[in-house]
């Protein structure tokens, strides 16, 4: 069973802190995705990369940058984690061509900045 | 930029009947991808069904199926014989075709769907 997964189901981390959060495909997929969700707002996406070492901005990308060393991990950084970044995160993937099969995602981590 | 509107936060139905939950979407492109997903409370994102901008023919998908007009900028999804594990919050999303990078979606604020006995 192809699977996208998430290091951590749950965070909590203080206010200032450097946190990595960190996701892993096996489905060889060449596109990898970071998004946020929060309540009546839906998903947005924060980061994407479309091949290793290839990163591009999202529609939120302040207070956050990326990683992708290796095709299959893609990592979500917060440099200084601060209270309004308390949201929920979710990893997905897609093959190059994304709109045959849509995405796969991660069962996401909640993370609580205090 | 693509906008994706859902405006119904909350939705109730009787299990076995059928519901309607709306969704449109602003856009000048002419070739595009239609996403409905569903979110039980497990979080696992699920692809529920998808709709091709060329393609005329509504898709369905067992008891799942679209509404899609183009020129209104619409793609309703119903759900016939509803069952209990249909609850879950469900997320209408826009993919427009990009070349030399990925193909990124675009989400609704998404309809919080409750079946009932």
């Known amino acids: 069973d192809v699977k996208v997964t998430q290091s951590s189901r749950y965070l909590v981390k203080r206010t200032g802190e450097k946190v990595f959060l960190e996701c892993v495909q096996d489905?060889?997929?060449?596109?990898m995705f970071w998004y946020r969700q929060d309540p009546g707002l839906g998903l947005r996406l924060i980061y994407f990369?479309?091949?290793?070492?290839?990163?591009e901005k999202g529609d939120i990308p302040e207070g956050y940058s990326v990683s992708r060393e290796k095709k299959e991990r893609f990592s979500l950084i917060l440099e200084s984690a601060s209270t309004n970044q308390t949201s929920m995160y979710l990893c997905?993937?897609?093959?190059?061509?994304?709109?045959?099969?849509?995405?796969?995602f991660g069962s996401g981590t909640r993370l609580t900045v205090v | 930029a693509q906008t994706v509107t859902q405006s119904q936060p909350e939705m109730s139905v009787q299990e076995a009947e059928t519901v309607t939950l709306s969704c449109t979407y602003d856009?000048?492109?002419?070739?595009?991808?239609l996403f409905w997903y569903k979110q039980p409370p497990s979080r696992q994102m699920i692809l529920v069904i998808r709709?091709?901008?060329?393609?005329?023919q509504n898709a369905t998908e067992n008891r799942f199926s679209v509404n899609f007009q183009k020129a209104a900028k619409s793609f309703s999804l119903k759900i016939s014989d509803s069952q209990l594990g249909d609850t879950a919050m469900y997320f209408c999303?826009?993919?427009?075709?990009?070349?030399?990078?990925?193909?990124?979606?675009?989400f609704g604020t998404g309809t919080r769907l409750q079946v009932t006995l």
């Open positions: 999303a826009f993919m427009k075709l990009s070349t030399g990078t990925a193909s990124k979606l675009t």
């Open positions: 709709q091709e901008a060329y393609k005329q």
């Open positions: 489905m060889d997929h060449e596109n």
């Open positions: 990369s479309y091949d290793v070492k290839m990163k």
């Open positions: 856009t000048s492109e002419s070739n595009y991808y």
């Open positions: 997905a993937s897609s093959h190059r061509t994304g709109w045959a099969y849509g995405y796969t």
